[in-house]
């Protein structure tokens, strides 16, 4: 539940916002964080209302909730993008008087350049809705366990495998080493041939 306002005229980037845990949160019967636990928003960024009948909108992000025991635990929001709704029926409305309005009021195009779009206001008091990314169980001493999730891998790293991965082919000129590297091929070891025996008429030294 929020604490302050948040605007997308009057917020800024980086801004907190004060917010509160409506009612308990409860697991397996034991309470993790009692009922207005204090959290906070960050405002991660804002456009306010504009001419061309442009709407304002805020980008939200839960920063992890600090539990009474010393762990955080992780928050997300839903919908990180607050703004205005606009109905289909709100929509064709708006369409249709623009139609109207070219047909019979002079110069109505300058209005619709001018026209003024809405901005996205919350006060406080409004409900946030928030989920959390980590698993919580109870354990068999009654304790609760908070599981968080692994870290996002970035589109630059490389993952780390616990099998050597095997190439998509094999490089030209090389050889998979049994490790799954590259080796050159070992040339062919020569055999050596036994050497042919003299004969006893070579051997013989001539008698006397």
Excluded at 105 to 127: A, C, D, M, T
Excluded at 129 to 144: F, I, K, Y
Aim: hydrophobic share 35%; net charge neutral; glycine share 8%.
């Amino acid at each position: 539940m929020l604490d302050d306002p948040i605007s997308s005229k009057a917020s800024k980037t980086g801004q907190f916002v004060r917010v509160h845990l409506k009612d308990a949160l409860v697991v397996g019967g034991h309470v993790v964080a009692q009922a207005g636990t204090p959290a906070q928003v960050r405002i991660v960024d804002t456009s306010s209302a504009d001419i061309a009948d442009t709407y304002g909108f805020v980008d939200i992000f839960f920063e992890p909730l600090a539990l009474p025991d010393g762990r955080s635990l992780p928050l997300r929001a839903p919908i990180s993008r607050l703004e205005p709704h606009r109905s289909s029926g709100h929509e064709s409305t708006v369409a249709a008087e623009d139609t109207v309005g070219d047909i019979f009021v002079p110069y109505y195009s300058f209005y619709q350049i001018f026209r003024q779009g809405k901005n996205f206001v919350l006060n406080p008091g409004s409900e946030i809705p928030a989920r959390t990314e980590a698993t919580l169980a109870v354990r068999p001493n009654g304790s609760v366990a908070i599981v968080t999730p692994r870290p996002l891998s970035a589109a630059g790293d490389v993952p780390n495998s616990s099998f050597p991965v095997m190439p998509m082919a094999t490089p030209i000129g090389g050889e998979l080493s049994p490790h799954g590297g590259n080796s050159r091929p070992l040339a062919p070891a020569m055999t050596p041939s036994p050497s042919p025996s003299p004969s006893p008429s070579a051997t013989a030294s001539p008698r006397p």
